[in-house]
Each structure stands twice: as structure tokens, then as C-alpha cells.
RNA sequence: GCGGGCGUGGCGAAACUGGUAAACGCAAGGGGCUUAAAACCCCUUGCCCGUAAGGGCUUGCGGGUUCGAGUCCCGCCGCCCGCACCA
């Protein structure tokens, strides 16, 4: 019996589509394009099952998108820059350049040898100083334009090492590496102007057709429009007042206190005469910069025995809180608390004593008996205890809040957003230097264009804390480009999400001496379908979204959207193993008794299977690709990551389906091999007679083409999957003999070689190979069906009894009328279940079901 | 906390717009081939009652709409993802 010998295979396909240049494109306008773009990977350093489906499912919409006749791009590169590589140089003392680089070429190689059709030729690493330079140039536009800018924000500070941190680096509110309580601390940073979009980025969500839908949501509600006022309250005692957004002016008769955030001037100012109010400031502080961290914080307030004045009311003062939940970037840093109609609000009200005042009563309320219990009241209904708003809807009461509020200057209406400029700039090192020089007389002075790129330094230091550049002994002197004066370079970085905000349009010619070609942009763009994982539905795509229209407006390019197209997979997940003492063990460390228990293979310890978790390091349920491809060849690997889930939910790794896909890779290749001799010499025409069954078969070949081709249209690559496998298992039922049953058997095989294509590109190519073909498959064309053989000409309906299936009856198409009826009834299913009544109704839908009603 | 999603046999899942629930596969059981094992091939397999014919039940839980609900609506429960300096 003979095995398909996936290594020779695998690397005589994969070298023979490099030596014929399969992949690589250009612009031709004699055909349609179709750009597709997988997420670039960060070179961790390996590749993990995560990025073999990731780029498994690109595989197949490139493949398959080309064999429909379009002009495919499919593009690969690295996202180099990052904090892993500075983390590795302080853990091993390698530089990050040289760990990038190493790591760029282990994973090239591993993610070549899973045959995908990238065309390599357009391969870039955005720490390359040919990609880095460019959005040096980007920055200084966004300069001029105004749409990058300076001001201060909040870091994670690390007072040990006198370093920033990044969130992931703060953990339970202690650095990582010092184990210090971490503070917030304000600097001056730089900033990209996206609200300035803010408007655009959200009603252009609703031309993204070809999102999903709750990814649109995301972004939606991420922007967060709301439509509401500021309100100026007066401060008793002091000239100035305190200024708060709020979505519901029409519940100010129910507000009981004024709260602003811990890091919102007034309590800053009332701190320094005030060491309990600093105290409670810094107590904040230590919550971290992450709203999760803020939100998920007990409530607490601090009242600074300010007394706000009520607006409408005269005589009615609020007391004004410090509160921890009040975030300093939404809104003006200030609210107001309605306890009646705000969960929130209603809790911090309990928790200090203060009055609880429905001003909303639900319409079939009493408005002289309703109350607040332990939920406030969010729906809609009726003022009530809110003098000239008395007896209004909220939306009437909305803005009669707000005339009454303009008329008395203490407000006015307004749009806010949630949404919050992009700070971009890094306190490290790996990453792409931002070119502005500091000068003491000039100020902020953009680096010439001429003497871009500035390149990152390669001697710097990383074992001591900081940032690097800063320290550097020569790096961040440089003469002021106005003024000629001693000056200092900016020595921060920009985010990472900065490179890939645009690297889809280099890849449309990676090797031009501006950003991109206009040329090749305008061919290309957008990326027809981009695909990567649900982690990135709002910060990156968000970004992306705004950067593309930043170089819109700055003449760069013509589209707005850079992806016409989303696709989110799921993750890959695997069981996880414990030892006795609570320790993650490897798959590899524990053995499967027949018992179904596990045991620790050296210790032979008992071994604990938890649940399936997505596969990390941490957690060591990893597999490696790698070893996989290795054992079963990457086209196996390919299908049991296309074949068992659907593509946007979670996929469980299994050995027993890994194995099960190898099995059908042999099943597959056995079929159609074995008698490929008499196979390979069968001519490609139909004989013009066909027998019943082969006719059958040669309908059923045609429906799995039409099938499989729908599937792959609509991401649904399981179903593709399952559908092959059923044309395989009739293809080795086929066991007629005649010119009619070689024809279809070729013509069966063919087609299997064809719809697999996609997802097994090598076995496939060799199949084709057998057959007899001089040319390859990645140049076939898709195969077509034939509408006379999709029709079929009987049906099987379902015969119900009051929607209870009794029976099933073949008919032929279209079938129906009273002669049906009377052929239902007659049916002795239908006869017991009716039970001598009478038929009061016969529903027929035609070619599916018929009802019958008693 | 806020926002978003998911939940169907022992397991991964399928069921297109409300119309035969469980396609395809995994695991399991039985049989064949073999000195034997592996590989391979064939059969059975949602659960319960029944020798069978047949009947009842079943899509996380509880309600509702409908001739008919996995699918639509309302209310719960459980799990997962994101939250702006991880990428």
C-alpha cells in the first residue's frame, strides 16, 4: 500500500512555484485585482499554531481568488519593532537588532515550508531603516498638518528604576521587575489627532459591509458619539467654577454631588493644602492608567468640602467629591451624580449618605409614590420632582435643560466622544525614532527631510533602567536646524501600531524610494481581504483606519478605508496538564493511561487535565508547528486547521485530528493514485451516453463543485472541507466498469485535485502531477458546473402532523396540489397520527415540507 | 465595571432566508485481512422504553410568538475576548 511521501513532495512543489515565480505580481490591468493580507507576525521567535491558521486561511482566499482568474496580491512581512526584543536583550544581553533579525529568519523558513503564496519578493521588517524612514517623513506631514502634537499624559512610573511602563509590565499595581508600587506621573508626549476623525471613523464604519458586525459594533461603541451638554456650576467661595459634561442634562433637579478625577486640577490644586486629599490623589494614582483597572476599583470619594451651586435651584449646593471612578480623558474630568437614574452614582450615594431623587417615573408609575430602590431607573417615562421639566419625555426634557441652561449661561449642548487622541510616543528603545529636535530658544523644531532617516544607534545600553536614547552619551546631541544652537533629538520612539497603520500600502511596492508608489497604491487599495485575529478589532484596525485618512489628507493616497474586507478567526486552543503541585506541564511531559487519566511520563506522578485553554507559553499548552509539519507535512497540518471549526470560533488542537486529517491525506492520495495508470490515458470528453449511475455520480461531482465554490466564497472552509471529504468517499464507491465510469472517475479526480487545491496546495499539485498534467495546477483555472447537471429532478419532503415529522415522501420537483394532499393522508404514518381526526389545515412548502394541521 | 461574543450527541461540528436536528469527522463497540500487531477495509452508534413494529424525549435554563423555533422575541445562567504603553 502505498504512502503519500509528504517530504519529497512538499519541497519539490514549494521550490518548483519559487523557480516559476507563481507568486509574484504586478500590476495588470487587464484583469480584476484582489489584494489579500493576512496580520504580519512580531518575530517572537517561532512560529505558533495561531499564526499556521492565520495564514492557512489567507492561503486559501489567495489561492483560491487566483484560480478564479483575479490578479492576486498576497503580501508577507514582519512587525519588528516592540518590547520583546528590548526584554530579551536585558534576559540574554543580545542586541535587539541582531534577535529580530535571528528570529525573522528562523520564522521565514518555517512559515515557508508551509508552502503559502506569498510573494516574497515584497518582504519587509519595519525596523529596516527603508521602512522606518518613511514614516519619519509621515510624522513630520502630520507635524505641519496638525495632526500630531504635544501634551502631557499620564505613564505608568516605576520609582525604583525610574523607568515607564507599559501596562502589561504593571502587575496587581507593582513593576515587574523592581516590585515597586507603581504611580501615575504626568509627561509631555506625542499625540496623533484622531478625534479629529472621529465623526468620519464612525459613519464610515457603516460602508464596511464586509466587517462582521460586531467588530463594526466594537469600533462603534469604542468612538462612543454621545450628544449631551456641559454644565458650568458655580463654586461657593471661589471666582471660578466647575465644568461637567453630562448625556443627561435633564436629570440635574436629581443630581447630589459633583465628583472630578483624582488627577483633574481642582483636586490637584486642593491637594497641596490638603495631605489627606494628597493622600487619597496618590491612593488613585497607584490604580494604574488602564480603565479596567479604574472601573473594576471599589468606589471611593474624598469630599473636598467645596459646595457646588445648583444651576436651576437657588440655595441647593452640591458637595464636590474626589472620586476614583471619574476618568480624567472622558468629558471635562468632572461630573455631576444623579443617583436616581446612574447605577454608579446610586451605589456612591449610598455608600456616602447623600439624597436619592427620582426625577424620571416609568409611565404607569404614580409619580407621588415612586421611589429608587437598590437599582436606579435607566428607562424612559415621565419628569417628575424637576420643576419646568415636570411632565415631559426625556428627549422633550433634554433640551428644554439646555435652552433653560443657555439662557442662564451655565451651559450649552454638545457632542462628545469616548474616544481619545492616540499617544504615540515610548520611553524606549526598539522602536522608530520620532525626528524632532528640542531647542531651548526655537522649541520644537522638525528634523529636515534631508536628513532623514535618523537612525536608531546602535551602541546603547539596556541593563540600566530608562530610556536608552536618552542616556546614550553622544545619540541625542544635535545642532538646532533654525537657530544653529546646541539642541537634543526627541529621544522617545513611536508606538508599534504606528508601522502597521500603513504597512499594507508599502507592500504595494516595498522597494520604492518614497513611501509607496501613487501608482501601485491606487491599484491596489484597498486590501480586499484582510484576516487576523479578533484581539485586534478595535486598536489596530481603529488606527489603520485613521492613519489611511491621515495620508489621505495629506495627499499621500486616494482611498479613505485601507480594509474593504475583515475576516476574524478564532484561537487555537489546546488542554492544559498540571502536576500534583499545581505546575503547568508540556503535552510532551505527560502520558495518556487507558483508563483515560494522565500521568507525568518520568515521574509517572498522576497527572491533571484542566480545560482547554488558548495556547500559551505560559500556560505550556503549546504544540509546535514545526514538529508537525515535520510528522505529517504541512498539507495535513493545513487541513486539520481549515477541517474541524469554523474558522471564526476557537479550534481545538488534537492529536487524534491531526491524525485523523493524515489519514485522509493517504486515503486521498491512495484513491487516486492506485489506478492511476488506466486514469492518466482517459480522455477529457464526456461520452455522450452515460448510464444511471455514473450519471448520478457525474450530478454529484457537480454539486460538490458548487458546493465547495460557495463555501470558499463565504469563509465557511470546514464546510468546504466536509463536503471533499464526501466527494472522496464517493469517488471510492465508484465501482462501475464502462467508458461512461472512467470518464466520471478521472473526471471526479480531477475535480477533488482542484477543490482541494486551496487547502492542500502540494497534494494537490502531485495528484495533478499523476494525472498525467504537463502544466500546474497553481495555473489551472476553478472549475466550472454545468447547470443541467444541478438540477435534480426528484425531492424528499417531510411529511408532519401538527409540526411532528411521521413520515418522508419522494416526489418529483414542483410537486403539489389536491392529488398531493390525498397522497400525504393516505400515508399510514400520517393516518396513526392523526388519529381518526380531520385535517383542519394542509400547509405545502413546496420541495420541503407539508404540515398537516389537526 | 463597561463594551462585544459564544453555548447543539462522549468530542469537534452541520443545519443557507423559521421547514426532515446531528451532514462530515474524531472517539467507542463489532467484524474482516494478518502467525500477530500496526496500517487498511466493512458495519453500528443522540438519549430513553420496546425482541420488533413503533413510541417518547432532545439544541445551556425559564417563558413567549408561530401550522412549525437550534434559528425570532423577553428574562436568566455559564464561559471567552477587548478596555487605549503586549502585539
Known sequence: MSRYNFKEAEAKWQAKWAEDGCFEVAEDTSKPKYYVLEMFPYPSGRIHMGHVRNYTLGDVVA???????????????????????????????????DWTKENIAVMGAQLRSLGLSYDWDREIATCDPDYYRHEQKMFLDFLAADLAYRKEAWVNWDPVENTVLANEQVIDGLGWRSGAVIEKRLLSQWFLRITAFADELLYGLEALERWPERVRLMQENWINRSEGAYVH????????????????PDTLFGASFCAVAANHPLAQELARDDSRLAAFNTECSRLGTSEE??????????????????????????????????????????????????????EFAHKYDLRVVPVVAPVDADPLTFEIGEDAYHGDGTHINSAFLD???????????????????????????????????????????????????????????????????????????GNPLDHHPTWKHADCPQCGQPAQRETDTLDTFFESSWYFARFCSPHAGTAFSREAVDYWLPVDQYIGGIEHAILHLLYARFFTRALKSCGYLSVKEPFAGLFTQGMVCHETF?????????????????????????????????????????????????????????????????????????????????EGAWRYTNRLWRLITDPVGPMATIGSTRPAE?????????????????????????????????????????????????????????FGAETAAKLIGPMMPHLAEEIWHQLGHETLLVEASWPETEAEFLVEDSVTVAVQVNGKLRATLELSRDAGGTSLENQVLALPGVVRAMDGRAARKVIVVPNKVVNVVV
Open 578 to 658: 498540571k502536576d500534583e503541585d499545581g505546575g503547568w506541564l508540556y503535552p510532551e511531559q505527560v502520558t495518556a493511561q487507558t483508563d483515560g487519566s494522565f500521568t507525568h511520563t518520568e515521574t509517572g506522578a498522576r497527572a491533571l487535565v484542566g480545560r482547554s485553554e488558548s495556547m500559551s507559553k505560559s500556560k505550556r499548552n503549546i504544540v509546535d508547528p514545526v514538529a508537525i509539519i515535520e510528522a505529517y507535512g504541512a498539507d495535513t497540518a493545513r487541513l486539520f486547521m481549515l477541517s474541524d471549526s469554523p474558522p471564526e470560533r476557537d479550534l481545538e488542537w488534537t492529536t487524534a485530528g491531526i
Open 63 to 97: 489561492r483560491y481568488k487566483s484560480a478564479r482568474g483575479f490578479n492576486v496580491l498576497h503580501p508577507m512581512g514582519w512587525d519588528a519593532f516592540g518590547l520583546p526584543a528590548e526584554n530579551a536583550a536585558i534576559e540574554r544581553g543580545v542586541h535587539p537588532a
Open 233 to 248: 456650576f458655580g463654586l461657593k467661595g471661589r471666582d471660578d467654577g466647575l465644568e461637567v459634561f453630562t448625556t443627561r
Open 690 to 746: 452515460m448510464g444511471d449511475a455514473a450519471l448520478q455520480a457525474c450530478r454529484s461531482i457537480h454539486r460538490s463543485i458548487a458546493v465547495v465554490t460557495d463555501d470558499l466564497e463565504k469563509f465557511r472552509f470546514n464546510r468546504a472541507v466536509a463536503r471533499v471529504r464526501e466527494l472522496t468517499n464517493l469517488l471510492g464507491e465508484l465501482d462501475g466498469i464502462g467508458d461512461d465510469f472512467a470518464w466520471v472517475r478521472r
Open 391 to 465: 411632565g415631559l419625555d426625556i428627549v422633550e426634557a433634554k433640551a428644554a435643560a439646555i435652552e433653560r441652561l443657555v439662557k442662564l449661561k451655565a451651559g450649552r449642548s454638545a457632542i462628545t466622544f469616548r474616544l481619545r487622541d492616540w499617544g504615540v510616543s515610548r520611553q524606549r528603545y526598539w522602536g522608530c525614532p520620532i525626528p524632532v529636535i528640542k531647542c531651548a530658544t526655537c522649541g520644537i523644531v522638525p528634523v529636515p527631510e534631508s536628513e532623514l532617516p535618523i537612525l536608531l544607534p546602535d551602541d546603547v545600553s539596556l541593563e540600566q533602567p
Open 293 to 346: 483597572a479604574i472601573e473594576t476599583a471599589e468606589k471611593q470619594g474624598f469630599d473636598t468640602g467645596l459646595r457646588a451651586i445648583h444651576p436651576f435651584v437657588e440655595g441647593v449646593e452640591l458637595p464636590v467629591y474626589v472620586a476614583n471612578f471619574v476618568l480624567m480623558e472622558y468629558g471635562t474630568g468632572a461630573i455631576f451624580g444623579c443617583p436616581g437614574h446612574d447605577q454608579r452614582d446610586l
